[in-house]
Protein backbone atom coordinates (compact mmCIF):
# COMPACT_ATOMS: atom_id res chain seq x y z
CA UNK A 1 0.00 0.00 0.00
CA UNK A 2 1.40 3.34 -0.79
CA UNK A 3 -0.40 6.65 -0.71
CA UNK A 4 1.31 9.64 -1.64
CA UNK A 5 -0.19 13.40 -1.01
CA UNK A 6 0.67 16.32 -2.82
CA UNK A 7 -0.33 20.17 -3.43
CA UNK A 8 0.68 21.34 -0.39
CA UNK A 9 2.19 24.72 0.10
CA UNK A 10 1.78 28.72 1.39
CA UNK A 11 -1.53 30.03 1.12
CA UNK A 12 -2.73 33.51 2.41
CA UNK A 13 -5.68 33.55 5.29
CA UNK A 14 -8.72 33.35 2.56
CA UNK A 15 -6.82 31.55 0.16
CA UNK A 16 -7.47 28.31 -1.14
CA UNK A 17 -5.60 24.46 -2.38
CA UNK A 18 -6.44 21.41 -3.62
CA UNK A 19 -4.39 18.76 -2.24
CA UNK A 20 -4.34 15.07 -4.31
CA UNK A 21 -3.26 11.71 -2.89
CA UNK A 22 -2.17 9.09 -5.40
CA UNK A 23 -2.92 5.57 -3.86
CA UNK A 24 -1.65 2.20 -4.98
CA UNK A 25 -0.67 -1.35 -4.01
CA UNK A 26 -4.68 -2.13 -3.47
CA UNK A 27 -8.15 -1.89 -4.88
CA UNK A 28 -8.40 1.96 -4.05
CA UNK A 29 -12.56 2.33 -5.50
CA UNK A 30 -13.23 -0.98 -2.47
CA UNK A 31 -12.21 1.17 0.67
CA UNK A 32 -13.50 4.80 2.24
CA UNK A 33 -10.81 7.14 2.44
CA UNK A 34 -10.15 9.98 4.78
CA UNK A 35 -8.14 13.75 5.12
CA UNK A 36 -6.57 13.46 8.82
CA UNK A 37 -4.28 16.21 9.75
CA UNK A 38 -1.98 17.07 12.93
CA UNK A 39 -1.07 20.75 13.39
CA UNK A 40 2.13 22.00 15.35
CA UNK A 41 2.29 20.14 18.80
CA UNK A 42 -1.40 18.63 18.24
CA UNK A 43 -2.52 14.90 18.04
CA UNK A 44 -4.04 13.90 14.95
CA UNK A 45 -7.45 15.36 13.89
CA UNK A 46 -9.61 13.89 10.71
CA UNK A 47 -10.81 16.29 8.41
CA UNK A 48 -12.75 14.48 5.86
CA UNK A 49 -14.08 10.76 4.89
CA UNK A 50 -15.20 9.61 1.90
CA UNK A 51 -17.14 6.32 0.99
CA UNK A 52 -15.73 3.79 -1.66
CA UNK A 53 -18.44 4.94 -4.39
CA UNK A 54 -17.61 8.72 -4.05
CA UNK A 55 -21.18 9.57 -3.13
CA UNK A 56 -21.21 10.15 0.54
CA UNK A 57 -18.94 12.45 2.04
CA UNK A 58 -18.09 13.65 6.38
CA UNK A 59 -16.81 16.35 7.51
CA UNK A 60 -15.44 17.20 10.67
CA UNK A 61 -17.23 20.70 12.13
CA UNK A 62 -14.21 23.36 11.55
CA UNK A 63 -14.15 22.63 8.18
CA UNK A 64 -17.59 22.14 7.08
CA UNK A 65 -18.58 24.79 4.05
CA UNK A 66 -14.78 25.72 3.29
CA UNK A 67 -13.30 21.76 2.42
CA UNK A 68 -14.58 19.23 -0.10
CA UNK A 69 -13.36 16.10 -0.28
CA UNK A 70 -13.89 13.94 -3.60
CA UNK A 71 -12.06 10.72 -4.95
CA UNK A 72 -11.12 9.50 -8.92
CA UNK A 73 -11.67 6.05 -8.73
CA UNK A 74 -10.28 5.42 -12.32
CA UNK A 75 -7.44 7.59 -11.61
CA UNK A 76 -7.15 6.09 -7.70
CA UNK A 77 -7.08 9.48 -6.69
CA UNK A 78 -8.25 11.30 -3.75
CA UNK A 79 -8.46 14.89 -3.50
CA UNK A 80 -9.16 18.04 -1.03
CA UNK A 81 -10.02 21.08 -2.23
CA UNK A 82 -9.76 23.81 0.81
CA UNK A 83 -11.41 27.58 0.22
CA UNK A 84 -11.38 29.80 2.58
CA UNK A 85 -8.17 28.64 4.15
CA UNK A 86 -7.52 29.72 7.98
CA UNK A 87 -4.33 30.17 10.38
CA UNK A 88 -5.67 27.22 12.46
CA UNK A 89 -5.59 24.93 9.08
CA UNK A 90 -1.87 25.02 9.49
CA UNK A 91 -0.77 21.03 9.62
CA UNK A 92 0.63 18.57 7.51
CA UNK A 93 -2.29 16.88 6.05
CA UNK A 94 -2.49 12.77 5.36
CA UNK A 95 -4.17 10.75 3.21
CA UNK A 96 -5.48 7.49 5.43
CA UNK A 97 -7.00 4.44 4.53
CA UNK A 98 -9.84 3.74 6.05
CA UNK A 99 -12.85 6.11 8.25
CA UNK A 100 -12.82 8.64 11.35
CA UNK A 101 -11.68 6.78 13.96
CA UNK A 102 -9.40 4.04 12.29
CA UNK A 103 -7.28 3.68 9.56
CA UNK A 104 -4.69 1.23 8.49
CA UNK A 105 -2.08 3.36 5.90
CA UNK A 106 -1.44 6.62 5.69
CA UNK A 107 1.23 9.07 3.35
CA UNK A 108 3.83 10.47 4.29
CA UNK A 109 1.97 13.94 4.46
CA UNK A 110 1.81 17.47 2.47
CA UNK A 111 2.19 20.67 4.32
CA UNK A 112 -0.11 23.34 4.52
CA UNK A 113 0.35 26.45 6.00
CA UNK A 114 -1.76 29.44 6.30
CA UNK A 115 -0.15 32.91 6.91
CA UNK A 116 0.02 36.46 5.70
Known amino acids: VQLVESGGGLVQPGGSLRLSCAAS????????MSWVRQAPGKGLEWVSG????????YYADSVKGRFTISRDNAKNTLYLQMNSLKPEDTALYYC??????????WGQGTQVTVAS
Open 25 to 32: GFTFSSYY
Open 96 to 105: ARGGRSYYDY
Open 50 to 57: INSGGLTT
